[in-house]
């Protein structure tokens, strides 16, 4: 199903293959971070005093 890119297919698919890899570490540690920041958030949230309304 892929298309005939002749001499040139190990270079096309290697780049999509390191794309890919790329921007699933890049999701990886998005949400390895978002989730330290979020207990960081919730840390500080606890500590605080609570104002009267």
Not at 9 to 25: E, F
């Amino acid at each position: 199903m892929l298309p005939d890119l002749g001499k040139y297919t190990l270079y096309v698919l290697g780049s999509w293959g390191v794309t890919l890899a790329v921007l699933g570490l890049v999701a990886l540690f998005s949400a390895i971070e978002a989730r330290r920041v979020r207990r960081e958030l919730e840390a500080l949230e606890a500590e605080a005093p609570r104002r009267p309304r």
